[in-house]
């Protein structure tokens, strides 16, 4: 190499991101980039193993309990429950039978054709439930007319 020196042929140049980069004089900068990125990459990755973490039978098991609680009776879902995760974590129920479980034998109330509802990833990791943002497709209650109280 004649006629160049060293410096000139590795040098970076002065104006590229990664040259500003490596030389910057801002480590906080640098670290919170760097966390930044962290914190996204453990996200995607929660993301893609959470489908084979979370059992599809205790996520039935955790709203068919929900709905139970909420409506004071007995739920039953006909057919396997169907999770989607992207862009959201929900559950999808088709042929959900609510009926009433004090009286042999058991009262039907009501049928849903397709019930759906969100979760929080982070706690059905963890175990722990939490549905919200209900989608009712075809609901059919039967009612009853109540007694006279005279």
Known sequence: MVGYSMSEVHAPRSGTLRGWFFRSRRPLLR???FAFVTVCIALVLIRIVAPFVISTSLVRDGIEDAISRWTGYRVVVEESPGLDFWPAPRIT?????IEDAAVSPPRPLGRIERLSASFNLLDALGGNF????????????QLKEADSLS
């Open 93 to 97: 129920l088709e042929n959900v039978r």
């Open 31 to 33: 670290a919170g980039l």
């Open 130 to 141: 939490r549905f919200r943002d209900f989608h009712l497709h075809r609901p059919h209650l």
